[in-house]
Nanobody, 125 residues
Framework: QLQLVESGGGLVQPGGSLRLSCAAS????????IGWFRQAPGKEREVVSC?????????NYADGVKGRFTISRENAKNTVYLQMNNLKPEDTAVYYC?????????????????WGEGTLVTVSS
């Protein structure tokens, strides 16, 4: 059974950076599509970024984070990262990583099979 644990969230000022980590146990992430999602208070969960399984590694980003966020894998550590630069107050949310067997991440993550507990990112001065 795949288990995912996010870390790296916290409080950061606008314009700052954070790197979120999604560490897996119980199985290798190599064969899964991995997505980062977020949910802000009062809003629906939304996809932030999605990366294909190892060997594919094609990455997609929500329009609002393109050019600021980067998703990557480190297979040796069975971990996926989300590097977030130039953070804005509207990026404030709980961020979740999820793994799925489909080749894409649906907008709200309905097709993902495994989820972490989430990590809170707060962007505020």
């Amino acid at each position: 059974q795949l288990q995912l644990v996010e870390s790296g969230g916290g409080l950061v000022q606008p314009g700052g950076s954070l790197r979120l980590s999604c560490a897996a146990s119980g199985s290798t992430l190599d064969y899964y599509t991995i997505g980062w999602f977020r949910q802000a208070p009062g809003k629906e969960r939304e996809v932030v970024s999605c990366i294909g399984s190892s060997g594919d590694d094609s990455a997609n980003y929500a329009d609002g984070v393109k050019g600021r966020f980067t998703i990557s894998r480190e297979n040796a550590k069975n971990t996926v990262y989300l590097q977030m630069n130039n953070l804005k107050p509207e990026d404030t949310a709980v961020y979740y990583c999820a793994a799925g067997v489909y080749y894409y991440c649906s907008g709200r993550g309905d097709n993902m099979d495994y989820w972490g507990e989430g990590t809170l990112v707060t962007v505020s001065s």
